[in-house]
């Protein structure tokens, strides 16, 4: 089983996040931890869980405790936003 620490990539378990990948940002105590995924990557809130809630995976991101999501997203290579593709102007009818 890998080890319960900051950068740890993990799976929601239980919760209408079920199935989504998110990333501990805080080790709070034996029980909990503090995850992000963050909301606009994979739709999973920064939030405190259950470590019985999630399920660990073997990937790691070097990030430091308490990361912003903008640090994790960035860690993540997840471009901001695709660049538009120009439109041709729309001729008027003759």
Request: one cysteine or more; charged letters at 35%; hydrophobic letters at 40%.
């Amino acid at each position: 089983m890998p080890a319960i620490e900051v950068g740890r990539v993990c799976v929601k378990k239980f919760g209408r996040e079920a199935g989504k990948k998110c990333v501990i940002i805080d080790v709070m105590d034996k029980s909990f931890v503090m995850v992000t995924g963050p909301k606009k990557v994979t739709g999973v809130k920064r939030r405190r869980v259950n470590l019985n809630h999630i399920e660990l995976l073997q990937d790691k991101l070097d990030i430091k405790r308490g990361a912003s999501d903008d640090e994790v997203a960035k860690e993540l290579k997840v471009p901001d936003k695709p660049a538009a593709k120009p439109r041709a102007a729309k001729k008027a009818p003759a």
